[in-house]
Structures are given as C-alpha cells and as structure tokens.
C-alpha cells in the first residue's frame, strides 16, 4: 500500500500552498472601436429601440472611460467580455427620469423636497388631455379671436373668493414680487417689522421689495405693532400697506400686530391700497375638520384688502402658482405690468390649476376628491390598522438586523403651511438590533440607503435614533401595494 506524505514530513513541507491566479490587465489595444462594438449582436437591438446616434455617443463614453482604466492598470481583461451588458446598462440608466415618483413615509403631507401637494385625478386629466392636442390657451372660443390666458381662471376665482379681479403667475413669490413692482415700484411700501419674513430658498421680504423697485419702511417692532405705527408712517410718497401671514413661523408672549380689518379703514383714509400676502393660501375653513385654521383669501377680503396672495400647491392642493384676487382697477394694474409676462403661468399648471379650482364648486366632495384634503383628514384609526397590517411584513423585510414596532406618532401639515403645528398619526418604528449605541448611526443610513435605492423610493424620517415610518401619506389604494412589492428587494438587499 502506498501511503501518500504525513503532516510534518518533508514532502509534505515541500507540497506549495494553492494561491490566486495574478489577475490579467487589460491595454489600451484590447478594447474594440466604437464601430467595432456596435456591430456586436449583442449591440445591435440597442440600435433598434434607441437609434445609432445616442447609442453611439453612448459607447464612446464608456470606451473612453474604460480606456483611462486600461491606462491606469485597473480594467481587468475578464471584464470585456461584459461591455455590451455595461453599453446597455449606460443607456437604460441615461435614459432614466430624474424626476421620479417616490413614497412619502415622512409624516409632512406638504413636503416641500417631495413636490408638496399632490394633484387630483381631474387636474392629472385636465392636463393629459390639453396637453396633447392644442387647446384654447389664448383663444376665445365665444368671439372666435385672440384671449387673455387668465380668462380660463378668473371666474372661477372670483366666484370662489368674491374678488372682483383675479390674475395668476408661476409661484407666490413672483406674485409678491409682481405686485409690489405694480403698485409700489418707485416709492414706499410699509411693513411690520415682525412681518419681514424669509421662508424656504433665502426668499427674504426686505429683498423682494428692493428687487421690485419699492422702498421699504418699517414700522413697530418685531413682537409689537399698533395702528398708529402705521398712521405716523405714512406720508407723500407712500403706495401701498403690506401685510404678511407668518405661517412659517410664531412669536409669543408680549406679542401685538394690527389685522387686516383694522388697518383697511387707514388704508383708505390715506388713500393707498392694502395688500395681504398668505402664502399658503387654503380656500376652505380647515377647522371644520379638526384642523388648525389658516386666514382664506375671501375672509381677507370681506375685511377690506385690496389685493391678495396666495399660493396654489400648499392647502389649495393645486399645481405651483401664485394667485392674486382684489380690487378690479389693482389686478388691472397688476396684469399689465411689464414683468408680468415674464412670470406668466404655463399651460400645463394652467390646465391643473383650472381643475382644482373646479373642485370647490363642490366644497361637500373635497376630502374624497382633493388628495391634500383626503390626507390632511385622514382618520387616525384607520392608519393605525394600516400599521398592524404592515407590521409583519416590514420585520419580515428587515430581520434579523431591525426590529419593528407599530406607534403613535405626531406629523406635520408642512411646507410653510402651518409648519409648527402637529398632525395625529401612527406608523412603524424600526430600531437597530445592535447591543448599544456604537453603529447606530452606521445601521440606520444603511437601512436610509437602501430604502431610497428601491424602484419606487421610500423617504422615511430619523428620530431618537429610530426610523420612523409615518403612513398617512401612504394611500391604500394607490401605493400600499407598491410599498409591499417591493420588500423583497429590501430584504435582499439588506441580507
């Protein structure tokens, strides 16, 4: 019998241990010409379904960038034969939105980062449908001539606000920014100086009046304002009292500011008009619903504005615009201003904004029909059964490295609209199974990534060291399924 070496013996010392093959680099020569690798059958359906010229463009960039790997020494030659699948991968990801849909699991219903409102099913078909055929954007179809695009909203408006004008332009800071220039442009405007607000994007008010031509005179203080400091501010060169709704923001305790109704009979006295920025604009009384009530541009009217602002992608639950409605002779003055045509609203927020408006005709359906409405009121009990149903299958996702747990939580209205005060809601808590706090940062930007990497996106929040999954925003009929669907992925990806 032959017995092979034993451990310890000489030839078993002289027995070398197995290593790794040195890996094989690519040169610069390996790789194949541009034309060369389009005529590779697994290109050419490429081709087929995008074109030669963006295919093209695309495989000279990954030729290049695979040259300098090849010059540097990093591009092994395993890795050629995988260049068709990176050419098409290059153009699937090329061609990818930007812009894309994802799940909002933060617990603000108007997220600014997230596109705030949501449109109703009438605004989303509104535009589908005008969109893709021409349309009566400046024609008037009664006359059979040449109309004014503000035409297919201004009833609406007035009707809802009993304003005798309205006009709209593409954000509400281009309707501060338009109406201060048309009104005030080259004298004096007067402000609370606990009015002199900056919201989201540094848009500061001090600015906006010097970039819209106004001077800017301030009057009180920051926590207090009377009626007199109005009365002794104005002089020859005054043209207009501006008035703005801190919704962003509150100051409390020795606190004082003079109301719209208060400060119109000494806007008429001296002759100057009275206009109301409110930023976020809601045209229902939201506190027929338990919430939290905002001014409405009808109420700021019936006081005795002249001109109002408002936006109309916070609690109206349009498209982004900036709304103004008053007095007819103001608005006049307002539409033919210069630079209104530079801040002029498109026809697809034309067409939105005309559909969300047609919904408050019927104020009774607006909590089904609005998407903002129907959120803000969802009832608490029915997220918390949404919850209980999810639970077990978001542990499933994430075990064994999280553990999940369904909790009360508090969410926010947002966006500049009412951003202090808070919303009932319930969600899924899901905490790091670590034995202390060393990596829990580590696990719950992991557990961010990976949620973010999804086909359909889930935003979450970070509190108390815990991700928070608040799902009043998540629809149950609309993107439940999609949330489940994809858990799989997730947990593959954290496995």
């Given at each position: 019998?032959?017995?092979?070496?034993?451990?310890?013996?000489?030839?078993?010392?002289?027995?070398?241990?197995?290593?790794?093959?040195?890996?094989?680099?690519?040169?610069?020569?390996?790789?194949?010409?541009?034309?060369?690798?389009?005529?590779?059958?697994?290109?050419?359906?490429?081709?087929?379904?995008?074109?030669?010229?963006?295919?093209?463009?695309?495989?000279?960039?990954?030729?290049?960038?695979?040259?300098?790997?090849?010059?540097?020494?990093?591009?092994?030659?395993?890795?050629?034969?995988?260049?068709?699948?990176?050419?098409?991968?290059?153009?699937?990801?090329?061609?990818?939105?930007?812009?894309?849909?994802?799940?909002?699991?933060?617990?603000?219903?108007?997220?600014?980062?997230?596109?705030?409102?949501?449109?109703?099913?009438?605004?989303?078909?509104?535009?589908?449908?005008?969109?893709?055929?021409?349309?009566?954007?400046?024609?008037?179809?009664?006359?059979?001539?040449?109309?004014?695009?503000?035409?297919?909203?201004?009833?609406?408006?007035?009707?809802?606000?009993?304003?005798?004008?309205?006009?709209?332009?593409?954000?509400?800071?281009?309707?501060?920014?338009?109406?201060?220039?048309?009104?005030?442009?080259?004298?004096?405007?007067?402000?609370?100086?606990?009015?002199?607000?900056?919201?989201?994007?540094?848009?500061?008010?001090?600015?906006?009046?010097?970039?819209?031509?106004?001077?800017?005179?301030?009057?009180?203080?920051?926590?207090?304002?009377?009626?007199?400091?109005?009365?002794?501010?104005?002089?020859?060169?005054?043209?207009?009292?501006?008035?703005?709704?801190?919704?962003?923001?509150?100051?409390?305790?020795?606190?004082?500011?003079?109301?719209?109704?208060?400060?119109?009979?000494?806007?008429?006295?001296?002759?100057?008009?009275?206009?109301?920025?409110?930023?976020?604009?809601?045209?229902?009384?939201?506190?027929?619903?338990?919430l939290p009530s905002e001014p409405l541009p009808q109420a700021?009217?019936?006081?005795?504005?002249?001109?109002?602002?408002?936006?109309?992608?916070?609690?109206?639950?349009?498209?982004?615009?900036?709304?103004?409605?008053?007095?007819?002779?103001?608005?006049?003055?307002?539409?033919?201003f210069p630079m209104k045509r530079a801040l002029r609203l498109?026809?697809?927020?034309?067409?939105?904004?005309?559909?969300?408006?047609?919904?408050?005709?019927?104020?009774?359906?607006?909590?089904?029909?609005?998407?903002?409405?129907?959120?803000?009121?969802?009832?608490?009990?029915?997220?918390?059964?949404?919850?209980?149903?999810?639970?077990?299958?978001?542990?499933?996702?994430?075990?064994?490295?999280?553990?999940?747990?369904?909790s009360a939580m508090r969410g926010q209205i947002g966006s500049?609209?009412?951003?202090?005060?808070?919303?009932?809601?319930?969600?899924?808590?899901?905490?790091?199974?670590?034995?202390?706090?060393?990596?829990?940062?580590?696990?719950?930007?992991?557990?961010?990534?990976?949620?973010?990497?999804?086909?359909?996106?889930?935003?979450?929040?970070?509190?108390?060291?815990?991700?928070?999954?608040?799902?009043?925003?998540?629809?149950?009929?609309?993107?439940?399924?999609?949330?489940?669907?994809?858990?799989?992925?997730?947990?593959?990806?954290?496995?």
């Amino acid at each position: 019998m032959v017995h092979g070496p034993t451990a310890g013996s000489p030839a078993a010392a002289s027995v070398p241990a197995p290593t790794a093959a040195p890996a094989v680099h690519a040169v610069p020569k390996d790789l194949p010409s541009v034309d060369r690798l389009l005529r590779d059958e697994a290109v050419t359906h490429l081709m087929a379904r995008h074109g030669h010229a963006f295919v093209a463009a695309q495989a000279r960039r990954l030729l290049d960038a695979w040259r300098r790997r090849a010059i540097d020494g990093t591009l092994a030659a395993h890795e050629l034969r995988h260049l068709p699948a990176e050419l098409e991968r290059r153009c699937e990801q090329r061609l990818a939105p930007r812009m894309r849909r994802v799940i909002n699991l933060t617990g603000t219903v108007l997220h600014t980062n997230l596109g705030r409102a949501l449109l109703a099913d009438e605004a989303l078909q509104q535009v589908l449908a005008c969109m893709a055929s021409p349309n009566n954007l400046e024609f008037d179809l009664a006359r059979g001539e040449r109309g004014d695009r503000d035409d297919l909203i201004e009833s609406l408006l007035c009707e809802i606000t009993g304003a005798e004008a309205a006009t709209v332009v593409n954000n509400n800071a281009a309707a501060v920014l338009l109406g201060i220039a048309a009104l005030a442009g080259g004298n004096e405007a007067i402000v609370s100086r606990g009015e002199l607000v900056e919201i989201g994007g540094a848009f500061r008010m001090p600015d906006v009046m010097t970039a819209a031509g106004a001077t800017l005179v301030e009057v009180g203080t920051t926590n207090r304002t009377h009626a007199r400091d109005y009365q002794a501010a104005i002089g020859p060169a005054t043209a207009l009292l501006l008035k703005v709704h801190t919704s962003n923001y509150a100051i409390q305790g020795f606190t004082s500011s003079v109301s719209e109704a208060e400060l119109a009979p000494i806007a008429r006295a001296a002759g100057v008009p009275l206009m109301t920025d409110l930023g976020s604009g809601s045209l229902v009384d939201l506190a027929q619903w338990g919430l939290p009530s905002e001014p409405l541009p009808q109420a700021m009217l019936a006081d005795g504005c002249d001109v109002v602002t408002f936006s109309g992608d916070k609690l109206l639950g349009g498209p982004q615009a900036g709304l103004i409605v008053g007095r007819k002779d103001l608005v006049q003055r307002i539409r033919k201003f210069p630079m209104k045509r530079a801040l002029r609203l498109s026809k697809l927020p034309l067409a939105a904004l005309e559909a969300t408006l047609r919904l408050y005709l019927q104020p009774d359906r607006l909590t089904q029909d609005l998407p903002t409405l129907r959120l803000l009121t969802r009832p608490v009990d029915q997220i918390e059964a949404q919850a209980a149903r999810l639970l077990a299958l978001v542990a499933d996702a994430v075990a064994p490295r999280f553990a999940v747990r369904v909790s009360a939580m508090r969410g926010q209205i947002g966006s500049g609209s009412l951003p202090v005060e808070t919303l009932p809601s319930a969600g899924l808590v899901v905490t790091p199974r670590l034995p202390g706090k060393r990596g829990l940062g580590r696990a719950l930007d992991e557990l961010m990534t990976a949620l973010r990497a999804l086909p359909l996106p889930v935003i979450a929040r970070v509190q108390s060291d815990e991700l928070w999954m608040d799902l009043r925003c998540l629809d149950e009929a609309r993107e439940e399924a999609g949330f489940i669907e994809q858990l799989g992925l997730l947990k593959e990806s954290l496995a």
